[in-house]
């Protein structure tokens, strides 16, 4: 059986992003936007993992990966996900050729 998954033309890049560990109110459940300070939209995306969670910002756009690290959520794990634009620029400080190559 043929596989349609992709396959990397490169090899993988690593990028930094930046994480922190914010105290979150006792059992709210609503965290704050790193970026704006507005109340981020939680969304989980696996049924069986409640405490892996994405959260997104309306005002601002951002993206957060948030890993509950204490029960209650009285210690949270924030992880900030770069936007497109952000990962397009840094690719291209990693590896300055490849852009023209794969758009040829
Ligand atoms: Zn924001």
Redesign the pocket.
Known sequence: MPSHKPVPMVPSSILPFAVRTIAAGRGARVLC?P??R?PLNLIQPDENEPSRLLGT?E??S?WVFLVELEPEWRRALVVELPDSEDIYRKLEQLQPESRNRDRA
């Open positions: 936007c970026e704006c507005s910002c005002r601002c951002k």
